[in-house]
């Protein structure tokens, strides 16, 4: 009994060493866990003390931003209004551009309309510029044509200058031979007179008898120019200013009228003057002298007692002077058409001769021409024809 006793005591015994033993490996434990514990906890407290940190720096970004975006919401107020503000004066801007817009858009039709009326002028003013060059083209060509023809007649000239001055050293040099052939020369004029003595045009009709010959008045030749200022009568005068021909026909109108004519600038009231007129195929014509103070005049007769002196020509009466109040007929038989007249003005006998250009005869000298007056040549060419009368230069 007392060894079992003592058994359990010491069983007792063992199991509270054990206890103890494992009581103390119980409070190592606890004390790791607790260490664990309070570790955790500690860190945990570290942790939420840095999170409380963070908090507050959080909070104080907070209240920044808010602040900022407070800013910013005014400063959005403000840009709200300052659009508006734009939009209102953006509205007003485009209604200014719409009215402007309308009214340019009416500027730019009417320039293009401007435009299409230049368009159309240049091209009027092109299609005339190219009629225009044609023509003026033609004139130059024409105008080549008569200077080359010019040119050539200048050269001519000046080969009958230098035959007429070897003629005229030749001449010198043999005096005895010229003297001869001036008395040889005067016998011919004098017996060629006597023949146009009596073909003359009578005297008892105001006419005067002794004649020069052709080829002695001709040296008096003058370079005459038609007036256009004179026209009298639907008459067309060239570019020359050396021909005339009339415009509008009147078969019927007979020559004795004398409403149509032309004057001429050069005026002559002392010396001899000679003039050759074309009057080729023509079935009307008249050519003389008459006073220059009726130039500008109108609804004047032609005759002389009004200071006009006229050989006139009509297919049906032939040659006649305009003598008033009855015409004076030159030749009745002469009713053939002439090509070519010559017309002589002596001045210091106041006489006017005219010759047939062709055959070089004496038609007829007029008497008492022009005592006290300036003479200006005239010209007609009728009504009854197109044809030119045309001054021979």
Known sequence: MYKNVMCDVICKKCIIATDEDEGKKLNGKVNDIEKEEHQKLKQQNEDLLKQHEEEKTLKKEVETLNQKITGLLSQLEENKREVERLNHQIKGKIATDEDEGKKLEGKVNDIKKENQELKQQNKDLLKKQSEEEKTLKKEVETLNQKITGLLSQLEENKREVERLNHQIKANDEDKEKKTEGKLNEKTEENQELKQLNEGAFPQNHGLVIQVKPWKTVKRLKEILTMDEASVKGDLEVDSWRKSVKCTKLNRNETLNAMSTY?????????????????????????????????????????TPQNG????????HQGLFVNTDPKITSVQEENKYQFKRLGVFLDCCRHSLTFYDGVSLSCLCTICDVGPTLPLVPVFSPGVRDLYEVQIMN
């Open 262 to 302: 032309i004057l001429c600038k050069e005026t002559f009231s002392s010396g001899q003057h000679f003039w050759e007129v074309n009057v080729n195929d023509k079935q009307s014509w008249f050519v003389g002298v008459c006073s220059n103070t009726l130039r500008g005049q109108h609804g004047v007769s032609l």
């Open 308 to 315: 006009c002196w006229l050989l006139c020509y009509d297919k």
